[in-house]
Structures are given as structure tokens and as C-alpha cells.
């Protein structure tokens, strides 16, 4: 399919009377290009709506009352197109003629005169020339597409993230430390989408998620997964994940002493109908766990932070050292 879609590259050939629709024709094709020979202004406007390359028509195929028609046809194409008209004149200079042009290219826009006789390869040229110019303008179009779609991608981003934020503050600013706890889980969303910008707005490694929040803290630990591209929701997600551990293992776990080690681990499980990202957090060597007296914001998060399609995140409080592990559903994180 040619780059501007359907149709895209044809040209429309209007000259109702004598032989030029099947010499421009016949010329149009040889250099390549399909063709559509029209039986009036009407036929060009509908065809022009169906996708074309450029028009060839000749000076008398343009009365007063089809020329306006023409005009307004021409008028109502997108802000991205001006396409192209190759007009053929009669042989002459007088003033009248020149008047009539001008009006021309006032009322049609982008218009070439190519006065008859001319040479085949002059057509052809002017052809090419009207072509290339309509594929610029079919790249215009497509960059004006992915503009709006970016646009429309960035506004549903915001939103999510500024319900998140929202959803945090409300949480954070209960008790002790708010300012500072809510600072920090901020950061960690920021560290997150400076990632995601670096992955082209399209996500983030889940190493490089894991490493921004580990190199936050000083903190050291064995890392370890195959390389995930995670959507934009899912690498804010982790962060948020990373950030809640890492902060609760340099207060009270396994990084609050000399001795304590991290281990984070994880890995795709393709048993299931739909594949997981298996996460797990294990702390060891640090000071006696116990099981927390109530669930803070903390332990919301990290059971609602990833969707888990029914299989919640397990919670192990073992004295030796608290581990975690959540089954992410890949599918359902975009």
C-alpha cells in the first residue's frame, strides 16, 4: 500500500472534450502512477475525497459555476493538505489570460500552469514535482496524528499518575514524618518517570526500575530477573513497590544493620493463561521481624500497587527476615 493510504498516489485527470484525459493518461502511467480520468468537476470532487496524489485539468473543463464548486471542494480538505492542480492553458499572454490565472490560483491554491503544446516529458515532470509535494504533505499528516495520539496518551498518563499522587498524600500526611514520607514516595514516582521518559514514553526496564530505587538508598543487594519491559503503569507501580521496601528495610529490616542482606528476584511464569512478572523481595540477617500491629498506607500499597488478577501478594513475617512476592499480570498493567 503506498504511504499515504488507499488511492494516495493516483492522479485524477479532468478534459472532458478531445484527446488530453487519454494522452495525460496514457503519460501518467508509463512514469508509474495509476490514474482516474474524470467526467466532470463533480467526479474530480468525489474522487479527491476518495484519496489522490494531484489533479491534471485542462483550462476549458472549468466554467464559472464548476470552478466555484471546485473551490469550495478545495477549501474543505484538512489543514494538513494543499493539493496539488496542474492546470493546461491555451497558447497566449494576453491580459485577460493572465487575470484569468491569478483568479485561478487565488480560488484553487496550489496551482501549476503548464501551457499546451508542451512535451510529454515536461508533463511528466511537472507530475513528479506535484507528487513529491503531496508526500510531504502525507508525512505532515501523520506527524499531526501522532501528535494528537501522544497528546491523548499524555493527558490519560497525568491523570493516572495524579491519582496516585492524590492517593498518597491523603495517606502520607497522618501522623509523624508526613512531610518526609510523602516527599519520598514522590521521588520515587519522579525517579520512575524520568525512566519512563528515557524509554521514549513507552516504559521502563524492570532492572533499571530496581536499580533507581536500590541507588536511592546506598543500599546494596543481590539482583537478579531477565531483562521486562514494563508499561508506564507497571514501572511506576514497581517503583512505588521498590521505594515501600527499601524505606521499611532501612528503618527496621535487613539494611537498618551492618549484617542484613536484600535479595530481589523475579521472573515471567508462563504457566498460566496469561503471563506474570513473579516479584519477590527476601531480607536476611537483620533485626527479629515481627508482624506489624495495623495496616498502614505502606502495606496498602504493596497489596494494591500491581494487578494481580485474584492472586494476592504474600506477606512473610518469619523471624529470620521478611520476604515478599507478588504475581503481576502482565496483560492487565497497561
Same mark, same amino acid.
Given at each position: 500500500?503506498?504511504?499515504?493510504?488507499? &488511492?494516495?498516489?493516483?492522479?485524477? %485527470?479532468?478534459?472532458?472534450?478531445? #484527446?488530453?484525459?487519454?494522452?495525460?493518461?496514457? +503519460?501518467?502511467?508509463?512514469?508509474? *502512477?495509476?490514474?482516474? %480520468?474524470?467526467?466532470? $468537476?463533480?467526479?474530480?470532487?468525489? =474522487?479527491?475525497?476518495?484519496?489522490?496524489?494531484?489533479?491534471?485539468?485542462?483550462?476549458?473543463?472549468?466554467?464559472?459555476?464548476?470552478?466555484?464548486? +471546485?473551490?469550495?471542494?478545495?477549501?474543505?480538505?484538512?489543514? *494538513?493538505? @494543499?493539493?496539488?492542480? $496542474?492546470? +493546461?492553458?491555451?497558447?497566449? @499572454?494576453?491580459?485577460?489570460? &493572465?487575470?484569468?490565472?491569478?483568479?485561478?490560483?487565488?480560488?484553487?491554491? &496550489?496551482?501549476?500552469?503548464?501551457?499546451?503544446?508542451?512535451?510529454?516529458? /515536461?508533463?511528466?515532470?511537472?507530475?513528479?514535482?506535484?507528487?513529491?509535494? #503531496?508526500? !510531504?504533505?502525507?508525512?505532515?499528516?501523520?506527524?499531526?496524528?501522532?501528535?494528537?495520539?501522544? /497528546?491523548?496518551?499524555?493527558?490519560?498518563?497525568?491523570?493516572n499518575l495524579l491519582a496516585v499522587i492524590q492517593a498518597?498524600?491523603? =495517606?502520607?500526611?497522618?501522623?509523624?514524618?508526613? !512531610?518526609?514520607?510523602?516527599?519520598? #514516595?514522590?521521588?520515587?514516582?519522579?525517579?520512575?518517570?524520568?525512566?519512563?521518559?528515557?524509554?521514549?514514553?513507552?516504559?521502563?526496564?524492570?532492572?533499571?526500575?530496581?536499580?533507581?530505587?536500590?541507588?536511592?538508598?546506598?543500599?546494596?543487594?543481590?539482583?537478579?530477573?531477565?531483562?521486562?519491559?514494563?508499561?508506564?503503569? /507497571?514501572?511506576?507501580?514497581?517503583?512505588? %513497590?521498590?521505594?515501600?521496601?527499601?524505606? &521499611?528495610?532501612?528503618?527496621?529490616?535487613?539494611?537498618s544493620t551492618d549484617t542484613g542482606t536484600v535479595s530481589v528476584r523475579w521472573k515471567i511464569?508462563?504457566?498460566?493463561?496469561?503471563?506474570?512478572?513473579?516479584?519477590? *523481595?527476601?531480607?536476611?540477617?537483620?533485626?527479629?521481624?515481627?508482624?506489624?500491629?495495623?495496616?498502614?498506607?505502606?502495606?496498602?500499597?504493596?497489596?494494591?500497587?500491581?494487578?494481580?488478577?485474584?492472586?494476592?501478594?504474600?506477606?512473610?513475617?518469619?523471624?529470620?527476615?521478611?520476604?515478599?512476592? $507478588?504475581?503481576?499480570?502482565?496483560?492487565?498493567?497497561?
Amino acid at each position: 500500500m503506498p504511504f499515504g493510504g488507499p &488511492n494516495s498516489e493516483r492522479a485524477l %485527470i479532468l478534459s472532458p472534450r478531445g #484527446r488530453d484525459a487519454e494522452v495525460a493518461s496514457q +503519460l501518467m502511467q508509463e512514469a508509474g *502512477w495509476p490514474t482516474l %480520468i474524470c467526467a466532470d $468537476v463533480a467526479a474530480l470532487c468525489e =474522487a479527491f475525497g476518495e484519496g489522490a496524489a494531484f489533479g491534471v485539468v485542462v483550462e476549458e473543463a472549468l466554467p464559472t459555476d464548476e470552478l466555484s464548486a +471546485l473551490a469550495k471542494c478545495i477549501e474543505a480538505q484538512p489543514a *494538513w493538505s @494543499d493539493f496539488p492542480l $496542474v492546470i +493546461l492553458t491555451g497558447h497566449g @499572454d494576453a491580459p485577460e489570460r &493572465n487575470a484569468l490565472a491569478a483568479r485561478l490560483q487565488d480560488m484553487l491554491g &496550489n496551482v501549476t500552469f503548464l501551457e499546451r503544446p508542451f512535451h510529454p516529458t /515536461t508533463l511528466v515532470s511537472v507530475a513528479r514535482s506535484a507528487l513529491r509535494s #503531496r508526500r !510531504r504533505q502525507y508525512q505532515t499528516r501523520e506527524l499531526l496524528e501522532r501528535q494528537v495520539m501522544l /497528546t491523548n496518551e499524555l493527558q490519560h498518563r497525568t491523570k493516572n499518575l495524579l491519582a496516585v499522587i492524590q492517593a498518597i498524600a491523603s =495517606a502520607s500526611f497522618r501522623g509523624s514524618h508526613e !512531610r518526609e514520607i510523602f516527599l519520598s #514516595r514522590l521521588q520515587a514516582l519522579a525517579k520512575a518517570q524520568d525512566l519512563i521518559v528515557g524509554g521514549g514514553q513507552s516504559g521502563a526496564l524492570m532492572g533499571d526500575v530496581v536499580a533507581s530505587v536500590l541507588g536511592s538508598f546506598g543500599a546494596h543487594a543481590v539482583v537478579d530477573g531477565p531483562e521486562i519491559f514494563l508499561s508506564p503503569k /507497571t514501572a511506576q507501580s514497581f517503583a512505588l %513497590i521498590m521505594h515501600e521496601l527499601t524505606t &521499611n528495610a532501612a528503618k527496621y529490616g535487613a539494611l537498618s544493620t551492618d549484617t542484613g542482606t536484600v535479595s530481589v528476584r523475579w521472573k515471567i511464569d508462563t504457566r498460566t493463561a496469561e503471563p506474570a512478572i513473579v516479584f519477590r *523481595w527476601q531480607e536476611r540477617g537483620g533485626p527479629p521481624v515481627t508482624r506489624p500491629n495495623r495496616k498502614g498506607f505502606g502495606t496498602v500499597l504493596l497489596e494494591r500497587a500491581v494487578s494481580t488478577s485474584g492472586t494476592p501478594p504474600h506477606f512473610d513475617y518469619s523471624p529470620e527476615g521478611f520476604a515478599y512476592e $507478588v504475581r503481576a499480570m502482565l496483560a492487565q498493567q497497561r
